[in-house]
């Protein structure tokens, strides 16, 4: 009685206080696990992040890595290579000046002066005969050590995951118990499989470094915007200029900064979000006046080739219905994420017209979003903010503003799928009328649905990871994926082809890997009879193959395509000259290569011409002038053997056998496998 009068006497506590005490009493269990997702989800993803992509940790380089780091002149110097990679278009250090011919330009260097660093500190010198390979500005070349890529590709990923969940955190800091939305978008986000491409794939860091630049600009944002600090104001800015120096379409964000703000933050005071998020658009305004006077702005498309520029020549009606078919597609990849590629080139996105169902339908599902957008954004939907947050990044990549090079990629999707990953779980969170952990564990309808979808995409990210291995992976599994791509099969082709030339000279090479090369070239020259480099290539396996008249049509057909294109060139002198011994026309194609060569300063490839063109000279009985050639294939590349053994058979020919015998000498002195 005394212990039932003593409770009376005590104040009554808040219901609220009542609830949640009478919860933990009857299920301690929730009480251990509601805290630690609420506090720790973040690093919970952050493990997650490392777990699904841990699998790549011993892959090499594949697809766009040669254009960042293993034949980017600039990336290649390390810290050498800064000053050029800081002022010159992102593709500069591999195609040379004019880049890529990409309306606009690209300026994205803050991956590229990782990759530099990356060369620096873990790459190994490159050498020749334990000789320093330098550059022509005497700058020492690295090899970049593609296990150090890989690993850092994760690490950045992990961060941005555990950067997400303290952004959402903060976004719905006003749920008790701890929102589910942060762990649920959170592990959406981390495990989509959409994700494979940029994380799998070194060249893909300047998404990652821009998704994780992002988060830190909107965490800065909002923690500044509630106490504000100058210190994390500074932060924040800098975030975002860094998000900007990685991938343009950061950019974007200059939008989406204050109706976060108007969305998450109880102060509706416009003059307040406008003054917090004016110097976010300083450092975006910034970005692009520099962005500007270094490469350019958006110029007239120049690239009339259709593997660069998918929509040259389309008509604007179709040109639109096409890329509403393939907004379909984006969404279609986000819920069903079944098959990826590399690659969804010309034909494998065909031009449809507004007759297409699909076209039809994808302009419909993106016109219902733009009206909600705009009926709901300003009454603080977060449904509303996260169609924004999917489709502000992915405008810049669907070639309607400018030709960006590809009509479609899988890595377009890893920033705008923030926003699907949040409508999602704030979705589920209200369709299950479960806002906080409590309620996930109290009602697991959640926890199932999240769970499911958890290791469905875990499983396609973990099965996904193994074709990025190499490119000779990759093409193989996606040619299956898209199998009508001009440019898939000419990668499939060119991988197989690589593998046939790779042969040691004394192993006999493999004639099937010949003829599955020719198959897939021919496949990409007849989706597109205009794609120059896949036609060469007919050529050149049909000069391995010795047949000369279809090498010769193949070549024609290429320089008429591609006039002055000096590897066809080349090719049709050894053509005229070993094949068709039509020796006048060997002469004639082997002398352009010449001068083109001579123009560039190429010394190798100067000497090879002078060592055919000597070859043909002789066959024509032309002594003089094939001694001369010789000799200046010698003074280029003093160590080739060949070019003393043929010299020295000349000079016999000529009835000089002294002077003939000391260039054969010569020859098997630096080759003795010449003698036999």
Same mark, same amino acid.
């Given at each position: 009685?005394?212990?039932?009068?003593?409770?009376?006497?005590?104040?009554?506590?808040?219901?609220?206080?009542?609830?949640?005490? *009478?919860?933990?009493?009857?299920?301690?269990?929730?009480?251990?696990?509601?805290?630690?997702?609420?506090?720790?989800?973040?690093?919970?993803?952050?493990?997650?992040?490392?777990?699904?992509?841990?699998?790549?940790?011993?892959?090499?380089?594949?697809?766009?890595?040669?254009?960042?780091? &293993?034949?980017?002149?600039?990336?290649?110097?390390?810290?050498?290579?800064?000053?050029?990679?800081?002022?010159?278009?992102?593709?500069?250090?591999? $195609?040379?000046?004019?880049?890529?011919? @990409?309306?606009?330009?690209?300026?994205?260097?803050?991956?590229?002066?990782?990759?530099?660093?990356?060369?620096?500190?873990?790459?190994?010198?490159?050498?020749?005969?334990?000789?320093?390979?330098?550059?022509?500005?005497?700058?020492?070349?690295?090899?970049? +050590?593609?296990?150090?890529?890989?690993?850092?590709?994760?690490?950045?990923?992990?961060?941005?995951?555990?950067?997400?969940?303290?952004?959402?955190?903060?976004?719905?800091?006003?749920?008790?118990?701890?929102?589910?939305?942060?762990?649920?978008?959170?592990?959406?986000?981390?495990?989509?499989?959409?994700?494979?491409?940029?994380?799998?794939?070194?060249?893909?860091?300047?998404?990652?470094?821009?998704?994780?630049?992002?988060?830190?600009?909107?965490?800065?944002?909002?923690?500044?915007?509630?106490?504000?600090?100058?210190?994390? &104001?500074?932060?924040?800015?800098?975030?975002?200029?860094?998000?900007?120096? *990685?991938?343009?379409?950061?950019?974007? $964000?200059?939008?989406?900064?204050?109706?976060?703000?108007?969305?998450?933050?109880?102060?509706?005071?416009?003059?307040?979000? @406008?003054?917090?998020?004016?110097?976010?658009?300083?450092?975006?305004?910034?970005?692009?006046?520099?962005?500007?006077?270094?490469?350019?702005?958006?110029?007239?498309?120049?690239?009339?080739?259709?593997?660069?520029?998918?929509?040259?020549?389309?008509?604007?009606?179709?040109?639109?219905?096409?890329?509403?078919?393939?907004?379909?597609?984006?969404?279609?990849?986000?819920?069903?994420?079944?098959?990826?590629?590399?690659?969804?080139?010309?034909?494998?996105?065909?031009?449809? *017209?507004?007759?297409?169902?699909?076209?039809?339908?994808?302009? @419909?599902?993106?016109?219902?979003?733009?009206?909600?957008?705009?009926?709901?954004?300003?009454?603080?939907?977060?449904?509303?903010?996260?169609?924004?947050?999917?489709? !502000?990044?992915? *405008?810049?990549?669907?070639?309607?503003?400018?030709?960006?090079?590809?009509?479609?990629?899988?890595?377009?999707?890893?920033?705008?799928?923030?926003?699907?990953?949040?409508?999602?779980?704030?979705?589920?969170?209200?369709?299950?009328?479960?806002?906080?952990?409590?309620?996930?564990?109290?009602?697991?309808?959640?926890?199932?649905?999240?769970?499911?979808?958890?290791?469905?995409?875990?499983?396609?990210?973990?099965?996904?990871?193994?074709?990025?291995? +190499?490119?000779?992976? !990759?093409?193989?599994?996606?040619?299956?994926?898209?199998?009508?791509? /001009?440019?898939?099969?000419?990668?499939?082709?060119?991988?197989?082809?690589?593998?046939?030339?790779?042969?040691?000279?004394?192993?006999?090479?493999?004639?099937?890997?010949? +003829? @599955? /090369?020719?198959?897939?070239?021919?496949?990409?020259?007849?989706?597109?009879?205009?794609?120059?480099?896949?036609?060469?290539?007919?050529?050149?396996?049909? &000069?391995?193959?010795?047949?000369?008249?279809?090498?010769? &049509?193949?070549?024609?057909?290429?320089?008429?395509?591609?006039?002055?294109?000096?590897?066809?060139?080349?090719?049709?002198?050894?053509?005229?000259?070993? !094949?068709?011994?039509?020796?006048?026309?060997?002469?004639?194609?082997?002398?352009?290569?010449?001068?083109?060569?001579?123009?560039?300063?190429?010394?190798?490839?100067?000497?090879?011409?002078?060592?055919?063109?000597?070859?043909?000279?002789?066959?024509?009985?032309?002594?003089?002038?094939?001694?001369?050639?010789?000799?200046? /294939?010698?003074?280029?590349?003093?160590?080739?053997?060949?070019?003393?053994?043929?010299?020295?058979?000349?000079?016999?020919?000529?009835?000089?056998?002294?002077?003939?015998?000391?260039?054969? +000498?010569?020859?098997?002195?630096?080759?003795?496998?010449?003698?036999?």
């Amino acid at each position: 009685m005394n212990l039932m009068a003593k409770k009376k006497n005590q104040p009554t506590a808040p219901k609220t206080q009542i609830k949640a005490n *009478s919860s933990n009493i009857s299920k301690p269990v929730l009480n251990q696990k509601m805290p630690f997702l609420s506090k720790y989800g973040g690093w919970v993803l952050f493990l997650l992040a490392f777990v699904l992509y841990s699998n790549t940790l011993g892959h090499k380089f594949a697809f766009d890595d040669s254009i960042v780091i &293993t034949d980017n002149t600039f990336t290649q110097k390390g810290l050498a290579g800064i000053p050029d990679l800081v002022t010159r278009d992102f593709f500069e250090g591999v $195609y040379g000046e004019g880049g890529m011919e @990409l309306s606009g330009g690209r300026f994205r260097p803050l991956s590229l002066v990782c990759f530099a660093v990356e060369n620096q500190l873990f790459g190994k010198e490159k050498t020749l005969n334990g000789q320093s390979i330098k550059d022509e500005s005497g700058a020492q070349l690295y090899e970049y +050590n593609a296990a150090v890529g890989h690993f850092l590709n994760i690490f950045f990923y992990a961060v941005s995951a555990l950067l997400l969940f303290n952004l959402l955190s903060i976004w719905f800091s006003e749920t008790q118990g701890g929102s589910v939305i942060p762990f649920v978008a959170g592990l959406i986000f981390v495990a989509h499989p959409i994700h494979t491409e940029v994380v799998a794939n070194i060249k893909s860091r300047d998404e990652i470094l821009a998704m994780l630049l992002l988060f830190s600009a909107l965490f800065a944002l909002h923690k500044s915007y509630r106490q504000p600090s100058i210190l994390l &104001t500074s932060l924040g800015i800098l975030a975002y200029f860094g998000a900007m120096l *990685s991938k343009e379409n950061a950019f974007t $964000y200059i939008a989406i900064f204050p109706f976060t703000l108007l969305i998450f933050e109880k102060d509706k005071n416009w003059s307040k979000i @406008l003054f917090a998020a004016a110097p976010y658009w300083g450092a975006a305004l910034l970005y692009f006046a520099i962005r500007s006077y270094l490469v350019g702005g958006i110029e007239a498309e120049t690239n009339k080739d259709i593997m660069e520029n998918p929509f040259y020549g389309v008509a604007t009606v179709e040109k639109l219905a096409t890329i509403s078919l393939i907004l379909l597609r984006y969404i279609i990849l986000l819920i069903f994420p079944l098959t990826m590629s590399s690659d969804y080139s010309r034909e494998q996105i065909p031009l449809v *017209s507004f007759s297409d169902p699909q076209a039809i339908l994808g302009l @419909l599902i993106y016109l219902g979003m733009a009206a909600f957008v705009i009926f709901r954004l300003f009454k603080k939907d977060v449904f509303a903010l996260s169609i924004l947050l999917y489709f !502000l990044p992915l *405008s810049l990549t669907i070639n309607l503003l400018f030709n960006i090079g590809a009509p479609m990629a899988d890595r377009f999707l890893f920033i705008p799928s923030l926003g699907f990953s949040l409508a999602l779980a704030y979705g589920l969170s209200r369709l299950l009328k479960t806002e906080s952990m409590a309620d996930m564990f109290k009602k697991p309808s959640l926890l199932g649905i999240t769970a499911i979808l958890t290791l469905a995409y875990s499983y396609k990210t973990i099965g996904r990871n193994p074709d990025w291995f +190499n490119n000779d992976t !990759l093409f193989a599994a996606d040619i299956k994926a898209s199998p009508n791509s /001009a440019k898939m099969n000419y990668y499939y082709a060119n991988s197989v082809f690589k593998k046939f030339l790779d042969v040691q000279p004394s192993a006999k090479p493999d004639s099937s890997l010949l +003829n @599955l /090369a020719e198959k897939h070239f021919g496949e990409a020259v007849r989706i597109n009879p205009k794609f120059h480099i896949a036609m060469y290539n007919m050529g050149y396996v049909n &000069t391995l193959k010795k047949d000369g008249k279809k090498a010769e &049509t193949y070549l024609l057909k290429t320089l008429e395509l591609q006039p002055g294109y000096l590897n066809g060139i080349e090719m049709l002198g050894r053509v005229y000259g070993e !094949l068709l011994n039509n020796l006048p026309l060997a002469e004639k194609y082997l002398n352009q290569a010449l001068v083109i060569n001579t123009q560039r300063g190429v010394k190798d490839a100067m000497a090879n011409n002078y060592q055919h063109l000597g070859i043909v000279y002789a066959m024509q009985q032309k002594y003089s002038d094939a001694v001369r050639v010789y000799s200046e /294939a010698i003074k280029l590349n003093p160590k080739e053997a060949n070019n003393y053994l043929n010299l020295g058979i000349t000079y016999q020919q000529m009835g000089n056998a002294e002077e003939g015998q000391k260039y054969l +000498n010569k020859a098997f002195e630096l080759n003795p496998a010449l003698k036999r």
